[in-house]
């Protein structure tokens, strides 16, 4: 096997300590003057796109951003609660950058690039102090130091966090150095805008044509690069914890102009989400990985048990994580955490009206903190229930909020009776191909974020969406975009008359022109029921080869009926969200045909991607290293037609093992 | 499509664009199940406007968990409905009644024009954040996190204002229009910590003149903003503003 000829990843030379550091010092770089005559556009206000965007401006260089919100504070990095990790070993437990890349592989069941990831885990101390000197107010201890707690997959306590609301305060600090960039007037910012395509000029990303959702015209820009910071489509499956405007659009738009899309099937199923509670159901809710810290999770331990759940005693609950994985207990990964969920459901165990969820019970952990705060009072004969009263106290300060979202959207208070949570569609571990610059294979254009595949392999960690968010934005973009733009500055301004311009808008108002006029009976809300009913159903937590051949089957024939059917109330010049939405809906079609093809291609288990036919026979995913050890790059060529390219994934630094969490 | 059976009247605010006159349209809802957000019960009414031809109702929405402060509607003459410390996207029906009539407005302040329907923007803000809401450090200028020991408490408060999900309820519950617990709470945040000492005075100062530019009325204390925030950011920290800006004001070099 050897890695197709058009895909370079250009990974520095030496070893893996010293790539970075040495890359570093030799990238090209533009001199201040001509920075000021560069431009980049930055797609996507989330951590990626607002550190990327502030940081690049900082540098000097003139920056448009972009957002479809209404103010880039809202991208959805907001909603990350637990926490982001970082290689600081601040609690002294033998963490380090070896063992966060270690910890990032492995989680990643060995299907992402190591020289990508060791960068990430070098970088990651300094998004703290970053994040610290913006005024982030992580939580902190009695001394005034940082505080931090564990994640899955993961033996140290390395995570950084703000209660519940950790994205929310990365997100804000990154905000608030772009919009003091704004306000220099060196970021000009877009909100309310969508990317609608990729401009190119001569084989290179020259800039995009954008909508404005309030007036509902198409603009021209131009840029000597443009970076996608646009986040996941987990929203292909429509239920997924994603926002409800999260899309592919900007991703795949970049796809069909050329850019490769890689390992488009690896899709990270959360363990602990709110179940679904009827047909209304528009969104799901995380509930933290971080209250696996605290909680245990169990099911009756007999079938079709329907008692409530605080009735049901002791020793006839079955907590199967700590049964089954006794070395990590309830903190394994994400995948394992979720196959083992289903399982138990599968098998008759599940609990609710539903019978699809578990419980994540605190009673251990109310006693276990308030017999703490006891210790420090010296008080020595509390009862029981003044016990419970203090330890709720001590898990409201680290999650109250989580616990008011979980009793808002359920009825049900979680002080009293154990959550009930299920598995739901989280985030997208594929994504655009990028080399060791975070650039496309279109010249010009970067990828980063969730929005490129590079770091997570086929399942990524807890905390880590943030920290690789932020490490492409703060840290790696704006050094390795020198090594291309150093090649621009004779370029000079980029005219919006080049007829490649001209005729990319013309492809795009002529597509949104169609999708009003066919004026069909149903919604695209309707539509988009239907596809994300397919990929959770054949290409969801488990899939086999029988299930995604009439996946695909099914999602063409979807297509075909979306283009001749769809119904867009409202007008072209306008604020329209339908229309915005059928724009999505139509591309998440296209999305998820290349998704199941992509997983009918990797006869293998790996990470989150199970293939019913390839497990162990214990029900642990079996890979395949020897004929699968690689990253599936796909090119667009026409309507229902990729070329699959392969990228061999190299392990020099660390043994190939199967993943064990035993 | 939906299981449930309150049935419900609904008096929507439709308004155009910015520039025309809006009105109240009247709509029955059938089939409302009590465990839906309030944002799902408008997706049926929406659905159901689309397949009478009707163009839906616009409102801004996106996280659905309380979180991205997309959510902005005005019911039954509260900001986010009648919960205390709730979100419109997590507002659920069975705080209504089957047979309620519910009014549904857009924020109101001269601050926020209405782009449409129930959408307003909230432009203002991001200007307010961008004259002096931020710590200025550059990437790459930071010493290790942990060489600053900030006490607990203060680190406690300023997270408890920087809670702050910019919706826009404050402004929408004020008689006055004011944007005051929106613009105290990233004063106080920053304030409270070391990090922002050293612009401390022209950040108060800066903020106060663009928040005022913007068109935000003043402050007369009737908590409104802190009785009905989503978030429960504290009406202390009104005080704390007026006091930064007291001191920033007395030892001004003209900004």
């Known amino acids: 096997m050897a890695t197709s000829s058009r895909l370079d990843a250009r990974i520095p030379q030496g070893s893996l300590e010293d790539k970075w550091e040495k890359y570093k010092s030799t990238v090209p770089l533009v001199n201040p003057a001509n920075k000021r005559n560069i431009e980049v556009i930055v797609v996507g206000t989330g951590l990626a796109g607002a550190s990327a965007a502030a940081t690049l401006a900082e540098m000097g260089y003139k920056v448009k951003a972009f957002c479809f919100q209404d103010s880039p504070r809202r991208a959805h990095s907001i909603a990350a609660q637990g926490g982001i990790n970082a290689a600081k070993n601040y609690q002294n437990d033998g963490d380090s950058v070896h063992r966060l890349f270690y910890d990032t592989i492995k989680g990643g069941d060995y299907r992402s690039r190591e020289a990508n990831v060791h960068r990430l885990a070098e970088v990651s101390g300094n998004i703290i102090d970053q994040c610290v000197a913006q005024g982030v107010p992580f939580a902190r201890e009695y001394g005034g130091l940082l505080s931090n707690r564990s994640f899955g997959g993961v033996q140290v306590q390395r995570t950084f966090y703000a209660a519940g609301q950790t994205g929310q305060q990365l997100l804000l600090g990154a905000y608030s150095g772009l919009q003091r960039q704004v306000g220099m007037g060196t970021i000009t910012m877009y909100n309310r805008h969508e990317m609608l395509d990729v401009v190119k ?27 996608l910071c646009t986040g996941g489509y987990g929203n292909v499956f429509y239920l997924s914890t994603n926002a409800m405007g999260s899309n592919v659009t900007a991703a795949w738009k970049a796809h069909k102009r050329g850019a490769f899309f890689a390992n488009p099937c690896f899709t990270q199923i959360h363990p602990t989400c709110i179940p679904v509670s009827g047909e209304h159901q528009s969104k799901l809710t995380l509930m933290s990985e971080s209250l696996r810290n605290d909680g245990r999770i169990w099911v009756p331990k007999k079938q079709n048990d329907t008692r409530p759940g605080n009735e049901i005693p002791e020793d006839e609950r079955d907590y199967y994580l700590e049964r089954r994985y006794p070395a990590f207990g309830n903190l394994v990964p994400r995948d394992i955490a979720s196959r083992a969920a289903k399982e138990r459901c599968d098998a008759g165990y599940g609990v609710g009206s539903s019978k699809l969820a578990v419980f994540l019970d605190f ?66 571990m594929g994504g655009l191909w990028v080399d060791y610059n975070l650039m496309t294979t279109v010249p010009g254009l970067y990828s980063l974020g969730e929005a490129n595949f590079s770091d997570h392999g086929a399942n990524r960690l807890g905390a880590s969406a943030l920290m690789q968010g932020l490490a492409d934005g703060y840290f790696v973009i704006p050094i390795t975009v020198g090594a291309y733009l150093a090649g621009e500055i004779r370029t000079g301004k980029i005219s919006t008359d080049h007829e490649a311009f001209v005729q990319t808008e013309k492809e795009v108002s002529d597509r949104i022109q169609k999708l009003i006029t066919i004026k069909g009976k149903t919604s695209p809300e309707v539509f988009h029921r239907r596809l994300g009913k397919i990929m959770w159903d054949k290409c969801g937590m488990a899939r086999n080869e029988e299930g995604l051949k009439e996946a695909i089957a099914e999602i063409r024939a979807l297509r075909e009926e979306f283009w001749t059917d769809v119904k867009v109330m409202g007008k072209i010049g306008d604020f329209n969200p339908e229309l915005d939405k059928a724009n999505r809906v139509a591309d998440f079609i296209e999305l998820g045909e290349l998704m199941c093809i992509d997983a009918l291609t990797r006869d293998e288990s790996c990470g989150g991607h199970f293939r019913e036919e390839f497990q162990t026979e214990e029900g642990e995913a079996l890979r395949d290293d020897e004929n699968f050890m690689f990253v599936s790059a796909w090119e667009h060529i026409a309507t229902e037609k990729w070329e699959l390219h392969k990228e061999d994934l190299v392990y020099d630094n660390i043994k190939i093992a199967q993943r064990s969490y035993k | 499509m939906s299981a449930g059976n309150m049935r419900l009247t609904l008096k929507v605010w439709r308004q155009s664009n910015t520039d025309t006159q809006g009105g109240f349209e009247s709509y029955n809802l059938d089939g409302v199940s009590p465990d839906m957000s309030f944002l799902e019960m408008f997706d049926i009414l929406n659905e159901q406007l689309i397949e009478e031809n009707k163009e839906p109702v616009a409102f801004d929405h996106d996280c659905r968990e309380g979180i991205c402060g997309s959510c902005s509607m005005f019911i039954n003459g509260r900001p986010h409905g009648p919960l205390k410390g709730v979100t419109t996207c997590q507002l659920h029906m069975r705080s209504f009644q089957d047979g309620d009539t519910i009014t549904v407005e857009p924020w109101r302040a001269g601050a926020f024009p209405v782009i449409k329907d129930l959408v307003v923007d909230r432009d203002g803000f991001d200007r307010i954040i961008s004259a002096g809401g931020f710590v200025s450090v550059n990437t790459g200028n930071a010493q290790d996190a942990n060489s600053l020991p900030i006490p607990k408490e203060n680190a406690d408060d300023a997270f408890s204002a920087a809670a702050c999900i910019a919706c826009g309820a404050c402004v929408a519950a004020c008689k006055n229009a004011s944007a005051m617990l929106f613009v105290s709470a990233k004063i106080s945040q920053l304030a409270l910590l070391p990090q922002g000492q050293a612009e401390r005075n022209i950040r108060a100062e800066k903020m106060v003149a663009q928040m005022d530019a913007e068109g935000f009325g003043n402050c007369t204390n009737t908590h409104a903003c802190s009785a009905e925030c989503p978030k429960e950011i504290s009406f202390e920290n009104i005080a704390r503003m007026n006091r930064e800006y007291i001191g920033a004001k007395s030892s001004s070099k003209g900004v």
């Open chain 1, 201 to 227: 000029i001569d084989g290179k990303c020259r800039g995009i044509i954008a909508r404005n959702l309030v007036t509902g015209e198409l603009e021209r820009h131009s840029a000597h690069a443009v970076l």
């Open chain 1, 363 to 428: 009673s251990a952990a109310f006693h276990r903190y308030g017999q703490g705060e006891a210790n420090k009072n010296n008080i020595t004969n509390a009862p029981e229930s003044q016990i419970l009263e203090w330890g709720k106290a001590v898990v409201k300060e680290k999650y109250g909020n989580l616990f008011d979202m979980y009793k808002q959207i359920t009825g049900e208070d979680p002080y009293e009776v154990p959550m009930r949570i299920y598995p739901a569609v989280h985030y997208t």
